[in-house]
């Protein structure tokens, strides 16, 4: 093909995709922007009910100029769920001479229409899980009478591109219930909604609607917008308040408002207690929360670890498969700076932003996987979700030592804050190139000597212990090496959440000191998982029916590095400026 006959053909392919835009546009009747470049998909959603279960009905119109021949994937592992295809049924073509063969891959299906086309395809999807909605069943579809939220992962199907492929996106909202609300990451209440950008941005996008209230603040094109429904301690208004604080201290921390629009959404969990959950996704994030939360360090620590993944990793280049590899950074250096960013918009003070430093450093001193390898970590991390805590804490480690070398190498002229902005400033200019451990340790030689960089080498990637520095940030925190108990549930912690059953109990373990017997039944619990300053509250099946019984977790105490304020007086300006 002569290069004349190639541009031709090029010309004659966005011919028809803006041909086939036209014409779908013009029957949805939705003023959508004409694409400019790139494959072409809409998505079509209409809700059902079905012996009074919540069902939508999913229609996908594409081109993307592939000969006639697109593989399609179907939901299926995300955030530790699997067979999320489950909950996909009627998955039908509807096109013209088009068919849907099925690969040796469950999950994807390879489309074929006639070259020059546009191929529809349609499928209804359902909640596939049964009970109350309760952690972990937020990571697959939620579906109820009077809600709906979904996210590209667990719920869409789509045609394979790569994550910095550009695509337009179209979607067509308008067959929602009218007193409907409607909040995805392309914008609220506008049932018409449009995307171009890179593919990755699409996979991570969020989709709500039903009985939630809507707020907004901000001004035109800088919008932070507050998607809630259910009744709670706190009013609507505390709640942004809240998440606006954290949300623009966080802004301000980047050098970043390229955020003409924010969504955050908030629903409550079938009950009173127990976890919380928060995700974030392309222009929003999620909280989950029980129905007697307030907005505890808790809740705000998870806002602000959240909402600082809206860069670190979203605004900082594609991450290659195994994502774990650079968990290590993109979780926990998030961790880090979660309580750090929290004191300093006042959220917490010196003395408790101290404490959750001690206890991350704790945490770390006691795993007994702390010198595992990074290769080794994502291996195990395929078998055993858990080993993920060992990053958070590792990767927060990491974190304070790193940013202690980075202050002392350019005396206090530059710290973590720097580099962090560098990796997003550099993906910025070069929004394809990967967020790999490589360019994470490239990037932070520039800020540290031969030495530090082997040191941060062996840290990283072979598992070295990580060094507990003096404090980075003030005058008045000492270091010291303290005795310091460790976290003893008394009992087998996997039968306990498994089957709420009490196994293996030990002798004169403060649980059973404080009355708890092998075999008996859990009732109920209250545990603050690692804190021994908390009692453990647990009722259990006795012979005169529920007894609660309470107990400090406290086991052995071993030597680890803790922060102290060398005086109760002096908190006040100890904090050098970031």
């Not at 395929?382 to 990767?395: A, C, F, K, M, V």
């Amino acid at each position: 093909m002569t290069k004349r006959d190639a541009i031709r053909q090029r010309r004659l392919l966005l011919l028809v995709v803006l041909t086939i835009v036209l014409r779908l546009n013009s029957a949805a009747q939705c003023d959508f922007l004409r694409p400019s470049r790139g494959p072409v998909l809409k998505y079509t959603f209409e809700p059902t009910l079905n012996d009074g279960n919540l069902g939508i009905h999913i229609r996908l119109d594409f081109v993307d100029g592939r000969n006639g021949t697109a593989e399609l994937e179907l939901p299926s592992d995300w955030a530790g769920q699997s067979h999320l295809e489950t909950g996909i049924r009627n998955l039908k073509a509807l096109s013209a001479d088009t068919a849907l063969l099925d690969t040796p891959q469950s999950n994807v299906k390879t489309l074929r229409f006639p070259t020059g086309s546009y191929a529809t395809v349609s499928y209804d999807l359902f909640r596939d899980w049964n009970g109350p909605l309760e952690y972990p069943k937020q990571f697959r579809p939620v579906l109820e009478r009077e809600f709906f939220e979904f996210n590209t992962q667990n719920a869409l199907l789509r045609p394979k591109f790569g994550p910095s492929d550009i695509v337009t996106v179209l979607f067509d909202w308008r067959n929602l219930p009218s007193n409907w609300k409607l909040a995805t990451s392309f914008g609220t209440d506008a049932h018409c909604q449009a995307f171009t950008g890179p593919w990755q941005e699409m996979m991570n996008a969020l989709f709500a609607g039903g009985d939630f209230r809507i707020h907004s603040v901000g001004a035109v094109g800088q919008q932070l917008v507050l998607a809630i429904r259910g009744q709670w301690p706190f009013s609507d208004e505390e709640a942004l308040d809240k998440i606006q604080k954290i949300i623009w201290a966080e802004r301000k921390f980047w050098h970043d408002e390229d955020f003409p629009y924010y969504l955050i959404t908030l629903k409550a969990f079938e009950g009173d207690s127990g976890s919380s959950n928060g995700s974030a996704f392309t222009n929003a994030f999620w909280l989950y929360l029980p129905r007697q939360s307030t907005f505890s360090y808790g809740i705000q620590n998870l806002l602000a670890h959240e909402s600082f993944h809206a860069w670190n990793p979203y605004k900082m280049g594609p991450i290659p498969e195994p994502s774990e590899a650079v968990h290590w950074f993109t979780e926990g250096f998030t961790v880090y700076y979660s309580d750090l960013l929290l004191h300093r918009v006042g959220s917490l003070s010196l003395a408790e932003y101290l404490d959750r430093v001690n206890r991350k450093l704790a945490d770390y001193a006691l795993s007994p996987e702390k010198n595992l390898s990074n290769d080794e970590i994502v291996v195990r991390y395929q078998r055993e979700n858990s080993i993920d805590e060992l990053t958070y804490i590792r990767g927060a480690a990491i974190a304070l030592w790193l940013d202690v070398q980075i202050r002392k190498h350019t005396r206090n002229k530059k710290s973590l804050d720097d580099f962090m902005r560098r990796l997003k400033n550099n993906a910025t200019r070069d929004p394809a190139r990967p967020l790999t451990t490589l360019r994470i340790l490239l990037t932070a030689d520039r800020y540290l000597d031969r030495q530090e960089r082997h040191h941060l080498r062996d840290l990283v990637n072979s598992g070295g212990t990580v060094p507990v520095p003096d404090f980075p940030f003030g005058r008045c925190v000492c270091r010291s090496v303290d005795e310091v108990p460790t976290f003893d549930l008394g009992f087998d912690r996997e039968t306990l959440l498994s089957k709420k059953t009490v196994a293996n109990l030990r002798p004169n373990s403060a649980a059973f000191n404080a009355g708890l017997r092998e075999g008996q039944q859990v009732l109920g619990m209250s545990i603050y998982w690692g804190d021994v300053s908390k009692p453990i509250r647990l009722t259990v099946h006795s012979g005169k029916g529920p007894q609660m019984i309470e107990y400090l977790p406290r086991g052995k105490s071993v030597l680890i590095p803790q922060y102290h304020l060398e005086n109760s007086g002096g908190a006040k300006g100890c904090l050098l400026s970031p």
